[in-house]
Structures are given as C-alpha cells and as structure tokens.
C-alpha cells in the first residue's frame, strides 16, 4: 500500500529549530513535497525533492532519502507565525499525490 | 499569474439534500485538477483528478461524482449529502505540462467549509 507518517504535533519554543520527520511508501516516486497549513486556510507549497540532498528556501530546508523513504522539513529560527500544520506529501508518479495528515506546529513565546 | 477559485466558502445542507461544488482556474491551460477533503483534524484525502476535458479519475467510491466541463472548470457534485460528507473541500491545480514527467506542486484554492446537519 502507499502511506506516509510523520508526528501528529510538535512544540517548540520561539527562535529556536525545529525538524519535522516524514516517512513514506509508495509504489513509484516522482517527489516529496511539504505543504504549511493554518488553522482554516487551505495549504500552500513550501519546498520539492525530488534527488537526495537538502534544498534550502531562506529559513526552511527540507531533506529527502529514497533510499530510506525519509523526508525531514528544518525550520529555523522560529517565529509565532511559523505556528501551523506541515503536510508532508509523496507523488507515486501518476498524477497523484499521497498527503500525510499532517504535523501541528506550536511555537511557544 | 495564476488563481484559482472556488465557491462557495462556507456551505451548510440537509442531509439528503444536493451539492455542487465549484471550481476555476486562471492564468494556466491544460492544468491537472483535483478535489480533495480534509475532515477536522485530518490529512488531506483525495477524492478525484482530472487531466483533460472530461476525464475524470476517482479515488474512492462515495455518493460524490466529479465533472470537469472546461479545461479551467472543475465541480464536485452529490445528489443525496450523507452527514460524513461534512469537511472541508479543497481544489488544486498543478501543471499538466511536464516533459520530465515531473508534476510539480499543487497550488490549492480557498475551500469549502460544508456543514450537512
């Protein structure tokens, strides 16, 4: 079957680092993307893998091993705002993407 | 630029009761289009794609349907709402034009919040 795992929620405190651990199986793989999501709004796209490697976007980073079937998103230098879900998603290659329900994110003052 | 639109936001319905759900995209052609539903405090759960004018693939058999009867024009429909229809409904669109076979990030539309009491 196809799955994806990653922690129901997470805290941290404001300013800090936080990494957010995705695992995934699928039966092809055309990608690993990490979507943020807050409370009521729809998700929007923070980063793609697609080889292994870290790929950085100014305060986010995310990491992938097909090897492994590992993703992770870092989030540097936390803000309130950074406050949110992180969907971790895996595209098997037809078309279709394979969303994880989702970390929620609390930063702490 | 591209936008992507759906209404209405907010939806509440008797059960048993029809639905419509619409959704258009600008600034791109040929896009992938999907509907999704996100029940409260759950992942996003894919429930049609389309890519092309009347093809319609479904993810999971339910009481809803699909249509896509222009290339910018999705619409999510059900002839009799169940109470485990209620959620939130999200479209997305992504690129349908890929040499590499690369389909690139979805870009999702506001949503629709649907009430069925």
């Known amino acids: 079957g196809q799955n994806i795992d990653q922690p129901t929620e997470m805290t941290a405190t404001e300013g800090a680092i936080v990494q957010i651990n995705c695992t995934y199986q699928?039966?092809?793989?055309?990608?690993l993307f990490w979507y943020q999501q807050h409370a009521g709004e729809a998700p929007t796209f923070l980063s793609y893998?697609?080889?292994?490697g870290l790929e950085e976007k100014g305060r986010f980073s995310s990491f992938l091993s097909r090897s492994k079937g590992y993703s992770y998103l870092l989030l540097k230098e936390l803000q309130m705002k950074d406050s949110a879900s992180y969907l971790c998603?895996?595209?098997?290659?037809?078309?279709?993407?394979?969303f994880g329900t989702g970390t929620r994110l609390k930063v702490l003052a | 630029s591209q936008t992507i639109h759906q209404w209405p936001a907010t939806l509440v319905q008797p059960v048993g009761s029809p639905l419509s759900l619409e959704c258009t995209v600008e600034g791109t052609s040929n896009p992938n289009l999907y509907w999704y539903r996100q029940a409260a405090g759950r992942g996003l759960q894919l429930l049609f794609y389309s890519v092309g004018i009347g093809q319609i693939s479904s993810e999971v058999p339910q009481n809803l349907s699909a249509s896509r009867p222009q290339d910018r024009q999705f619409i999510l429909s059900s002839k009799k709402l169940l109470l485990s229809d209620s959620g939130f409904y999200l479209c997305?669109?992504?690129?349908?034009?890929?040499?590499?076979?690369?389909?690139?990030?979805?870009?999702f539309g506001p949503g629709t919040r649907l009430t069925v009491l």
């Open positions: 998603a895996a595209s098997p290659g037809t078309y279709k993407y394979i």
């Open positions: 699928t039966s092809g793989f055309n990608g």
């Open positions: 997305a669109w992504s690129s349908g034009d890929s040499p590499s076979g690369s389909w690139g990030e979805q870009f």
């Open positions: 893998n697609v080889l292994d």
